[in-house]
């Protein structure tokens, strides 16, 4: 029975033959990790806590250990914040690259638009909630006709089609379009002052001892937990089983009679306005945007990248390749070794070795590597979940 006679009628889940009966949990993969990561409170509960001790481990405790072995591994105080915003963006992603088998090279365009929208928002209501609102009102605006041309072709004609309309943003962004973007210079001079009408500044620090813990990353921290509810939601509704349904094989999906253009351009949208969130959060982080680090087709790849080394077809495996990504960028790139130096622009060379690696070992992503361990931790096993189109082309 496929996922897309599932969707057509009431048949119980299986996964290649064994029934996965959820009143009796057994079944492959039905070990009790498995079913307890398809409770929607475990999952919101679960990532909270995760969302808690993120920036203690990542800065003091690699900290503590760097001052041990001599080299600065810890991070500093905005890298969890940007970890979480681009954690954000890649859940967005993953439903149209992980589950409907969509490989986009234009996101950035979403990504762009939205962080400019809140940039120039900002300069009439400095406020980072609407900020956010704008962004993503934008960035969804301009996903309905970018996705309704593009999702008429399929495969490297998609992405050929997004990469082009995602450039053509960022040649405007330079040039035409400098009066609005400010062009090369960038934009800066963006305010966006504290939660409850600046009653809470964005950089004031939440626990007086640990300088990581600011509003600013309880409010990404906040966005962050809608963004996994929100996924959860999507990824176990009946649009979420056609989604992977159609990454599985869209010419079935069309032969039950669904319509598959209509979902496939809904996949797009939503992760439009995933993309659209992170870009308006990344503004009110970095109080600053260039037409380079927000619409050039590198920022495009880089969500690719951090989906596939999280883990496609799942829901937060892609947030562990935003975290591994971030970390190689922002600390990894101030690492001195003995050899060769400092990494510093070396970086990219060093998360390619990473990339490379994660993908010929941990095919599934580090997600999926984790849970494979704990699967067999457990006696589970394997948890049984395979992305629908890992590999970012629509399956035959």
């Not at 638009?113 to 300069?123: D, G």
């Not at 062009?183 to 990581?212: C, R, T």
């Not at 070794?337 to 070396?346: D, W």
Request: no cysteine; charged share 10%; proline share 4%.
């Amino acid at each position: 029975m496929s996922r897309e006679d599932r969707v057509a009628g009431d048949e119980p889940v299986t996964d290649g033959g064994t029934v996965a009966d959820e009143s009796t949990g057994t079944g492959s993969g039905g070990s009790a990790l498995a079913r307890l990561r398809d409770r929607e409170d475990f999952v919101v509960i679960a990532s909270a806590a995760a969302l808690v001790v993120f920036p203690f481990l990542l800065i003091d405790v690699l900290g503590a250990i760097g001052d041990v072995i001599g080299t600065s591994i810890g991070g500093y105080a905005g890298l969890p914040s940007l970890v979480l915003i681009y954690g954000i963006i890649v859940i967005g992603f993953n439903l149209l690259l992980g589950y409907t088998g969509l490989l986009s090279f234009g996101h950035a365009a979403f990504f762009g638009s939205a962080a400019y929208s809140a940039a120039l928002f900002s300069q009439v209501v400095p406020s980072p909630i609407l900020m956010i609102v704008a962004g993503t009102v934008v960035a969804t605006l301009l996903a309905w006709p970018i996705g309704f041309v593009s999702i008429r072709r399929s495969g490297v004609y998609f992405a050929v089609l997004t990469l082009t309309f995602g450039q053509a943003l960022y040649f405007w962004a330079l040039g035409p379009g400098s009066w609005l973007t400010n062009g090369d210079n960038g934009f800066s001079g963006i305010e966006a002052h504290g939660l409850f009408v600046g009653a809470l500044p964005l950089d004031a620090q939440l626990i007086p001892v640990f300088d990581s813990y600011t509003v600013m990353y309880a409010f990404a921290s906040i966005v962050m937990l809608i963004a996994i509810w929100v996924g959860n939601r999507i990824i176990n509704s009946p649009y979420g089983l056609i989604f992977e349904a159609l990454g599985e094989n869209e010419e079935r999906v069309e032969f039950v009679g669904l319509n598959v253009f209509r979902y496939k351009l809904m996949a797009f949208v939503i992760s439009a306005v995933f993309a659209g969130v992170g870009g308006a959060m990344f503004t009110i982080h970095e109080q600053y945007i260039h037409p380079t680090t927000a619409l050039y087709w590198i920022q495009s790849g880089d969500f690719v990248i951090m989906t596939v080394l999280g883990g496609t077809g799942s829901l937060v495996g892609p947030v562990f390749g935003a975290l591994v990504f971030e970390y190689v960028a922002n600390v990894v790139s101030g690492v001195s070794l003995p050899v060769i130096g400092s990494i510093g622009s070396l970086w990219r060379f060093v998360l390619g070795a990473v990339f490379v690696f994660i993908v010929w070992v941990f095919p599934r992503g580090i997600y999926g590597a984790f849970a494979d361990l704990g699967a067999r931790i457990t006696g589970g096993g394997g948890d049984g979940e395979e992305p629908a189109a890992a590999d970012g082309g629509e399956a035959e």
